[in-house]
């Protein structure tokens, strides 16, 4: 999940800034970003399955595709949000377009990005635990599923616990890292 995560973030974040800055591009790309976000995560698992096979490539290939999306699009937004008045201001100071990009777009649209890293993180959970359900030979999923089908009752709910106890930890984690990212951003709206 970590890794196809973090995937999805880096191609997510580079790509929506990338199309947030080319709105004629995006527009051209909508469709296709419209079609790709709509596609019912659940229901690609069978055709990853088909394309991949099983194991823990296609498991990541999946959590990546689906959760690319959330990170994407709101990146696309974030940076179409930036304050022109910021924009304005790094022009007359010369910055090059990296140094925009990285030093006033990004960090502008930072609230949006990471709300759209919250979404995708828990689509990239959700996506976990479907794979290790349908299309795995390990995993807290797969072992959930094995003893629901041989009726052990106790370690089916024990699964389960488990599974409810790290979503809660994972998002709990990323709060805390969001907090502390937009500190400025809290402040800034108190004001």
């Known amino acids: 999940m ?27 790309l909508n469709p296709t970003l ?6 019912p995560a659940t229901a690609l698992v069978p055709v990853s399955i088909v394309l991949l096979g099983v194991g823990d490539v296609p498991k990541i290939a999946l959590i990546a595709f689906v959760t690319l999306f959330p990170v994407m699009l709101n990146t696309i937004d974030g940076v179409r949000s930036v304050d022109p008045v910021l924009e304005d201001v790094s022009g007359s100071y010369r910055l090059t377009r990296a140094q ?3 030093h006033v777009q990004l960090p502008a649209a930072a609230p949006q990005v990471l709300a759209g890293m919250r ?6 959970f959700v996506m976990m635990v479907v794979t290790e359900l349908v299309a795995a030979t390990n995993g807290i999923g797969y072992v959930t599923l094995q ?5 052990q009752v106790p370690l089916m709910w024990s699964g389960m616990l ?7 930890l994972v998002n709990g984690l990323f ?17």
């Open 119 to 124: 979404i995708a993180l828990s689509v990239a």
């Open 147 to 151: 003893a629901q089908q041989s009726f």
């Open 34 to 39: 419209q079609f790709g976000r709509a596609l």
């Open 175 to 191: 709060v805390l890292v969001e907090r502390r990212l937009l500190r400025w951003y809290a402040q800034e709206r108190e004001d």
């Open 100 to 102: 925009r990009v990285l």
């Open 2 to 28: 970590v890794t196809g995560y973090a995937i999805a973030v880096v191609v997510g974040v580079a790509l929506g800034a990338l199309l947030g800055r080319l709105p004629l591009v995006a527009r051209a």
């Open 162 to 168: 488990l599974l409810g106890i790290l979503g809660v």
